[in-house]
Nanobody, 115 residues
Framework: QVQLVESGGGLVQAGGSLRLSCAASRRIFSFNVMAWYRQAPGKQRELVAIITSGGSTNYADSVKGRFTISRDNAKNTLYLQMSGLKPEDTATYYC?????????WGQGTQVTVSS
């Protein structure tokens, strides 16, 4: 069992920055895949960024060059540094992992970007 707790969301003006954190209840060093997803009202949940245990990353085209995913295995924490925020980034952001092929999601943290 893994509990994931996100934090760091909030209200920010367009062009601003936020850093999201996701604290895991277990050691994450062996978690091959950790990711951030987001879901805007009326839209499907979409993958934002993914990072492997080896540090390889991949991003949605809409956030490339603006968002950076990282993980601190010593702190059992996943991060998402977001800069150059746009109103279309407004959504609830969820942390995700899949150790041993069992999926876990956090409760989400709201990010609202005003124009």
């Amino acid at each position: 069992q893994v509990q994931l707790v996100e934090s760091g969301g909030g209200l920010v003006q367009a062009g601003g920055s936020l850093r999201l954190s996701c604290a895991a209840s277990r050691r994450i060093f062996s978690f091959n895949v950790m990711a951030w997803y987001r879901q805007a009202p009326g839209k499907q949940r979409e993958l934002v960024a993914i990072i492997t245990s080896g540090g390889s990353t991949n991003y949605a085209d809409s956030v490339k060059g603006r968002f950076t995913i990282s993980r601190d295995n010593a702190k059992n924490t996943l991060y998402l540094q977001m800069s150059g925020l746009k109103p279309e980034d407004t959504a609830t952001y969820y942390c995700y992992t899949r150790p041993s092929r069992v999926e876990y999601w956090g409760q989400g943290t709201q990010v609202t970007v005003s124009s």
